[in-house]
Each structure stands twice: as C-alpha cells, then as structure tokens.
C-alpha cells in the first residue's frame, strides 16, 4: 500500500515556546504547596470542636504570627501571596495544557471506551473548575463576609455557624471538599510521576499514599460543617 | 445417548460469524468522513483482524466499491505498521497489535466499529490509514546515538548491569505503532518518547546525548502538535507491548534534570 501524503497538506507545526514537561511541573510544584495548605486548614476547621473561643484565638494568632517582629498580619499576608501565586500558576498551567489537548484531538472518536482511567482522573478539569468556583464562594463567605449573614464584623466561629447551619451551603461545600478529594487523588500520583519521582516498585506505594491524603484531608473537611448542621457544635 | 462413536469431543461444530463493521470512510486528509455499515459473513474465529478486513475489501472490489485503507506490513506483531481503533479501544480488546487479535474475541452478531487514530499530528491519508511520520521526527530529533560505525566493539567493553539492560530492553520493545496517542485523552505521545528516552537513557552508550537527547524529542512532540500528558494510564494499558508508566516518569526525571543542568531544545 502506498501511504504518501502531499507536503502541501501537513499544518506546519508550531514552535514549541515552553514544554508540556515543564508546564507540567509547575502544576505539580504549585500543588504540592496548595496541598500543604489544605492541611493546614484542615487543622485550623477541626479546632471548631474545642469550641468558639478556642477557634476565634486561632483565628486572631494567625492575623499576629510573628508579632511583633513582624508587623500586623504580614506573616498572613505572606501566606496569601504564596497561595495566589501558586493558584495563578496552577490554572496558567491547567488551561494551556488543556488547550494544547484539545487541538491535539479536533475530531473525536465516535466510539470510545475507557480502559484504564480513574472517575478521578476524568474529573480533573471541569472539577478544578467548580473547586474554583467553590474557593471564590468560601473566600468571599468565609473570609470578607460579604455574602455572610454575620457580615464582616462578626467573630470567625459566629461566621463559620452561620454559614453552614444553612443546608445548602453545607451541600456546596461537601460536593466541592469531595471534588477536591478526588483532584488530590489523581493529583498527587500525577505529580509524583510528573517530578520523576515514581517506578514500577513504587507506583502501588504512591497510588496508596495519594488515596489515604486524599481520604483524610476529605474526612476531615467534612467534620465541621456537618458537626454544625447537625446541631453538634454550635 | 449423548455420545456417539464418531463424536470428536471438540463440541458443536463451529460456523463463521456474521458481523456488522462500521467503518470509517474518508476519501482524503481534507475531506469529510463518515462512519459507512457493511457486513460480512462467514468470518473464521482462526482470522485475524485484518484478514478478516481482507474479507471486506474483496468483497467490496468484487462489487465494484473502493476498498476500505488500513497499514499493515508484518502481520505478526513486531513491525508497528497496522493499527485502528476498533470499539473504542486502540488494536482492541487485546493487548497485542491489530494483526494478532483474531476474530475469536468477537462473538457470532457482533458490531464492531472500527476507526483510525485521532491526532491532529497524526492526519488521515486515507480511511484507516494515518501518516505517522510524527514518530520519525521525534526519533530524529534525538531518539539515536552518535557513535562511530564500523567493526562491532567487543561486547564486554562496556558493561551494563543487568537491571538496566533489562528495563531498557522493555523500553526498546515499542515497535512506533502509535497507540499509546489513539488511546490517550489528551492524544499525547508521552509513552512513545518515554520508551525510547528510557532504552537510550539506562545504557552507557546512550549518556553522552541523554540531556540534549530528552531536551529536543520533548520540544519536538509539543511542536508536532501532540498534547499533554496527565498521567492517567490508558496509554500503557493500550500499548501492545506493555510499556510502563515508569518510563514516563524516567522521562520527566531526565527532562526536569537537564533543563536545571542547561540544556535548551534546539530551534
């Protein structure tokens, strides 16, 4: 069989500006740091069980860590700096990564199956996008108190009970905190093969530890809000 | 009685299979294609995928209708020249090329769709059949050796440990099919350069050129227009050979290595 196509005919490929690898490792460097976070978080919600006062303190310690060499909430500031960048690089990454599979496939298949894919996996880009969703909503709640009915005066604890003694935001928030689960499930094997870091004998050791964040970080999320709907902490 | 004397014991006598093929038809890489019933009957279970294709097309001259396009060449596994994605899954239920799948792991009714590998960096030239050269060119760009030719060295010149020239004789089973790309989401062709970055990396004849090497066929697969890796495996799980996300991961490791150590792609 001849197999000869007219030169004329190939789409002239476009330069390579940065590489889909490194592209790659700024998603999994950046989310390695949103993934410290998240732990760090997930410590601050549980201190909602050890009471208002306890959590309004943690609160106030983490707008004066430093102090007073550093001035005010810098060392808050610093940590939200951090976050941002890291948030900024992680969607840069994401969409032109997105982009660049999308134009790698313009017609689809019009059968097919998945073999070896994760529910999780599939869930990434469109779940990335309601996690972002998700982090806009807790921010502009949970943080400046706009949409709050404590409003931006109010004590962190009052602000946390308001919110989530309303069912439907609790909902919102465990639908979002199990998407984030599973992003961290694909996410954290994803990243270690993309750092290199991963082989044949520790791909099942990988694959567990992602499995085991993932659980425990969503578990743990999930405790405070419900422990509030449900009547256990107020 | 169940039994006679001249039972044979090898169960109902067997008949071949009628089978519904939906096919992808295209008349050329700029034209519109469609996915075009035929039947066929009386398929052995004994045929391979493509024989069975074969059945197709004489039947199709024999009506006077263009015959359908597909590459192949060995027919036994190990040239990387057939290939189409046939219900969905790149070479099919089985994980072996689309010459060695037979008609056995089909059943008498069945409908089976068949279509060529989608990548905008693989276009179609015909029906089944996609210009792969992509392949070569990132094998070009760095997927080779620099050593002298002439009388073979003495093999014990260089010794290799054993572990690496096992992993990196795993890696150098890949025959190029391409459908690691038709299986991936993304269509990247991350298991494919992997492969090859992996057999040239772990043996000592390959160190010299290992940065630049990974470097370039990186930078050539993104300018091919493939996408992305996002690690989700389809690519190793399609790949008739079994290579390994390991490989990928040895991929990377290299990358990230060499652009700390300075190496750039070339332009």
């Given at each position: 069989m001849v197999t000869v196509t007219d030169s004329t005919q190939r789409r002239t490929p476009k330069a390579a500006k940065t590489t889909s690898v490194f592209k790659?490792?700024?998603?999994?460097?950046?989310?390695?740091?949103?993934?410290?976070?998240?732990?760090?978080?997930?410590?601050?919600?549980?201190?909602?069980?050890?009471?208002?006062?306890?959590?309004?303190?943690?609160s106030e310690w983490l707008r004066t860590i430093g102090n007073p060499a550093l001035p005010g909430a810098t060392a808050l500031w610093l940590i939200r700096i951090v976050l941002l960048v890291a948030v900024v690089a992680h969607i840069w990454a994401a969409v032109s990564?997105?982009?660049?599979?999308?134009?790698?496939?313009?017609?689809?298949?019009?059968?097919?199956?998945?073999?070896?894919?994760?529910?999780?996996?599939?869930?990434?880009?469109?779940?990335?996008?309601?996690?972002?969703?998700?982090v806009i909503f807790h921010i502009l709640d949970l943080t400046l108190g706009a949409v709050n009915s404590e409003g931006r005066d109010g004590e962190p604890f009052d602000r946390m009970l308001a919110s989530f003694q309303n069912p439907v935001v609790t909902i919102f928030y465990a639908i979002s905190v199990i998407l984030v689960g599973m992003h961290l499930r694909h996410g954290i094997w994803s990243a270690t093969q993309t750092l290199g870091q991963s082989n044949r004998r520790r791909e099942v050791t990988v694959n567990y530890a992602a499995t085991a964040i993932a659980t425990v970080l969503t578990i743990g999320f999930l405790l405070t809000p419900f422990s509030i709907l449900f009547g256990l902490i107020d | 009685m169940r039994s006679s004397v001249g039972d044979t014991g090898t169960g109902p006598e067997k008949r071949g299979m009628n089978l519904t093929l939906r096919v992808w038809r295209q008349q050329g890489p700029t034209v519109k294609g469609k996915m075009v019933t035929y039947k066929v009957t009386d398929i052995s279970p004994d045929m391979s995928f493509l024989e069975m294709?074969?059945?197709?097309?004489?039947?199709?001259?024999?009506?006077?209708?263009?015959?359908?396009?597909?590459?192949?060449?060995?027919?036994?596994?190990?040239?990387?020249?057939?290939?189409?994605?046939?219900?969905?899954?790149?070479?099919?239920?089985q994980q072996t090329t689309t010459c060695q799948l037979h008609m056995r792991s089909f059943k008498d009714g069945d409908s089976i769709d068949i279509e060529p590998w989608r990548a905008s960096a693989f276009p179609i030239i015909k029906d089944l059949a996609v210009d792969r050269r992509a392949l070569d060119r990132i094998i070009q760009?760095?997927?080779?050796?620099?050593?002298?030719?002439?009388?073979?060295?003495?093999?014990?010149?260089?010794?290799v440990p054993k572990k690496d020239a096992d992993n990196a004789f795993d890696a150098a089973t890949c025959i190029g099919c391409g459908a690691c790309v038709a299986a991936c989401p993304n269509a990247s062709s991350m298991l494919f350069t992997a492969a090859k970055v992996?057999?040239?990396?772990?043996?000592?004849?390959?160190?010299?050129?290992?940065?630049?090497?990974?470097?370039?066929?990186?930078?050539?697969?993104?300018?091919?227009?493939?996408?992305?890796?996002?690690?989700?495996?389809?690519?190793?799980?399609?790949?008739?050979?079994?290579?390994?996300?390991?490989?990928?991961?040895?991929?990377?490791?290299?990358?990230l290595g060499a652009l700390r150590a300075g190496a750039r792609p070339k332009s």
């Open positions: 790659k490792a700024v998603m999994a460097i950046s989310g390695i740091v949103l993934v410290l976070y998240l732990i760090a978080h997930m410590i601050g919600n549980l201190k909602a069980f050890a009471g208002a006062d306890e959590f309004n303190h943690y990564l997105w982009r660049q599979a999308r134009n790698a496939r313009p017609e689809r298949y019009v059968t097919k199956k998945a073999v070896a894919q994760s529910y999780a996996s599939r869930t990434m880009r469109w779940g990335g996008v309601i996690i972002l969703a998700f | 294709l074969d059945v197709l097309n004489e039947q199709l001259i024999m009506q006077g209708d263009d015959p359908v396009a597909f590459d192949h060449d060995c027919r036994e596994g190990i040239c990387g020249m057939c290939g189409v994605v046939i219900n969905g899954e790149a070479h099919g239920p760009a760095g997927g080779y050796i620099s050593v002298p030719t002439g009388t073979a060295p003495e093999a014990h010149a260089t010794p992996t057999h040239l990396g772990l043996l000592p004849q390959g160190q010299p050129e290992r940065n630049d090497r990974v470097v370039n066929m990186v930078a050539q697969q993104d300018r091919e227009g493939f996408g992305g890796c996002t690690n989700i495996g389809e690519c190793s799980a399609a790949c008739p050979k079994g290579i390994s996300m390991e490989t990928i991961s040895r991929l990377n490791h290299d990358l």
